[in-house]
């Protein structure tokens, strides 16, 4: 069964800084990747998604994530952080069963300091 | 079009009470999703529908029932109400099952006391 690891439970940077959240995943066959955002009282939003090709995949906000088959991970960066992605960012797994399920990461929170 | 709506936003029962989430899609999904979100613990499906008349288990099935008599409708109900309940629970859709994109609504946010 596929699985999803984000190691890093708390993260804090600085308004303007960059950032990089981790993903690890454990799938057998060709994974397809999500990254969701959770922002204060809010509903999940799907930030990018990759299913193949391109490596590296833009998504809303200007984040971006790049797929790493050695590395069987699909981190998330921003290049300059803004006070307004204070949120929670799940990493999830999509299984190619005929549900198509989704599998979800424990997700990190970053604190944005001013 | 307001996309996926929860109801209610909050609750507060006491152990041994019953109540019924709902959650609405006006998307004409086929799929629907219920999760319990707990800290440190992610997203746990609690059960899912394919479509109208339809549910099977999740993750964390126990405790819980559901139902898709409409389409548009998928009811999560607690029968007999726990303390280990107390989580925020998201409804979430999607079009079929040649997508993966799921669509999430607000949340509600249950204690049980």
């Known amino acids: 069964a596929q699985s999803v690891t984000q190691p890093d439970i708390h993260i804090t940077v600085s308004e303007g800084a960059s950032l990089e959240l981790r993903c690890n995943y454990s799938y057998g066959a060709t994974p397809y990747l999500f990254w969701y955002v959770q922002s204060p009282g809010q509903g999940l939003q799907l930030l990018l998604k990759y299913f193949s090709g391109d490596t590296l995949v833009q998504g809303i906000k200007g984040f971006e994530a790049e797929f790493k088959r050695s590395q069987s991970s699909f981190n998330l960066r921003k290049p300059s952080v803004h006070w307004s992605d204070a949120a929670e960012y799940f990493c999830?797994?999509?299984?190619?069963?005929?549900?198509?399920?989704?599998?979800f990461g424990s997700g990190t929170q970053l604190t944005v300091l001013p | 079009n307001a996309g996926v709506t929860q109801t209610p936003k909050f609750r507060v029962l006491k152990t041994g009470q019953s109540m019924t989430l709902l959650c609405a899609q006006d998307?004409?999904?086929?799929?629907m999703y219920w999760y319990r979100q707990d800290p440190g613990m992610g997203l746990r499906l609690i059960h899912y529908s394919v479509g109208e008349g339809t549910t099977a288990k999740g993750e964390v099935p126990d405790g819980y029932n559901v139902s898709r008599l409409k389409k548009q409708n998928f009811l999560l109900g607690l029968e007999s109400a726990a303390p280990s309940q107390t989580s925020v629970y998201f409804c979430?859709?999607?079009?079929?099952?040649?997508?993966?994109?799921?669509?999430f609504g607000p949340g509600t946010r249950l204690t049980v006391t």
């Open positions: 999830a797994v999509g299984s190619s069963g005929s549900a198509r399920q989704l599998t």
């Open positions: 998307m004409n999904h086929e799929y």
């Open positions: 979430a859709s999607k079009a079929s099952s040649h997508t993966y994109e799921q669509y």
